[in-house]
Nanobody, 122 residues
Framework: VQLQASGGGLVQAGGSLTLSCAAS????????MGWYRQVPGKQRELVAS???????NYADSVKGRFTISRDTAKNTGYLQMSSLKSEDTAVYYC?????????????????WGQGTQVTVSS
């Protein structure tokens, strides 16, 4: 399984960006997907997550500004970011818990996508 994150870039404060995380491989289901972000010298933090039922959670710092969603048919998750602030500048990573079909049965594993840089200029 591979996760491919995309959509980062440079945006002015107050602007919007949408990140995508596409999963590929022998996937039965994506049970959980989360978006994390990290700035140099700090720990990676969970920004938003969505589970198999569609239930979402957000960090307090992004509530009301970010929206996480998923397209189960495409095995793709999205993070819509609006009203961006300079403090949102970070490398954003997607993480997913994925069920795959293996010869021995169903295997559940966690995967990380490569980071995508989001830079918000003030």
């Amino acid at each position: 399984v591979q996760l491919q994150a995309s959509g980062g870039g440079l945006v002015q404060a107050g602007g919007s960006l949408t990140l995508s995380c596409a999963a590929s491989g022998n996937i039965l289901s994506i049970n959980f997907m989360g978006w994390y972000r990290q700035v140099p010298g700090k720990q990676r933090e969970l920004v938003a997550s969505i589970d198999r039922t569609g239930s979402t959670n957000y960090a307090d710092s992004v509530k009301g500004r970010f929206t996480i969603s998923r397209d189960t048919a495409k095995n793709t998750g999205y993070l819509q970011m609006s009203s961006l602030k300079s403090e949102d500048t970070a490398v954003y990573y997607c993480n997913a818990e994925v069920s795959t079909a293996q010869q021995i049965g169903t295997i559940i594993s966690h995967y990380w996508g490569q980071g995508t840089q989001v830079t918000v200029s003030s």
